[in-house]
């Protein structure tokens, strides 16, 4: 379960509890007051112009960062009081793919996806083995010798993909891991996060890709300017403040009814849901050949 209550992420303010020296500063918050609950094995869409606070969220759930203020809970885990080595040993839990890919550079693709079982221990021959299935499956075998520096940014992206689900991490992050994917890939992307989310892993991927929102209808995380305007289980904005059951203010019959003493029309019904609206489904019918 990921569990944020009242956070708030200043960048270059000191993080509770960390004793991480970050020097204080002044920049306005990159998120405030965020506070919701990611049950485990959910999929979780996390969604916000350019600059709300997507990577942050993200960064935080990779326990990259403490939260300045508040607590983040990451599988049980609360950050403030975790210490390094239990942050270590949580994040190898955690699969991630950055928007940037960071993939060691001196490694060839086949060693960058391999290295997440290599640090776990498992032996070589089993490594081969899993490692070249997954690169095939990602479109990749005949790149399995190649340097990050020489592959294109689709290639490095799917290489991070490769790497970051290798392990079947109990929860998996995404930034934007479509963005530099054709429409084909990308479905393809979504197949194997749908199929991970099936076997239990929890997801959670930040998306501007309107075509994976609609083909897979899930929950969503909204940022707006660092702060939630959707989250699972939070009213819609206006349910509370717009009891639809309230009567019309005085005089109002004679201005919208035109007839003495007539009622109003009725209010229209409120506006649907967004997708986020509905339970995480499977439904999408894609298979991994999709
Ligand atoms: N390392 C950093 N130091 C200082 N400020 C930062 C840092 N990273 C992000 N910010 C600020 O935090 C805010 C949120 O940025 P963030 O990268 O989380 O947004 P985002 O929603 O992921 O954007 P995008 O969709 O463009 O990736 C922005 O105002 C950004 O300038």
Redesign the pocket.
Known sequence: MLRFTGVGLR??APARGSGSGFAAGS?PE?LRDLTFTLPEGSFTWLL?P???????VLRLMHCALRPTRGEVEILGVPLSRARRRDLVRLRRRIGAVH?DFRLLPQLSAFDNVALPLRLAGRGEAAIRAEVAELLAWVGLAAKQDALPEEMSGGEQQRVAIARAVITRPTLLIADEPTGNLDAAQARRLLALLIELNRIGTTVVV?THNEDLLARHPAPALR?QA?RLVEAPGMPEAGDADWDLRMPPPPGFDAVAGGTEGGRPPAPAPAAPGRHGAGPAGHGAGLGHGA
């Open positions: 960048y270059g920049a990159a916000g350019s600059g709300a606070g997507k990577s942050s928007q930040a940022l660092g």
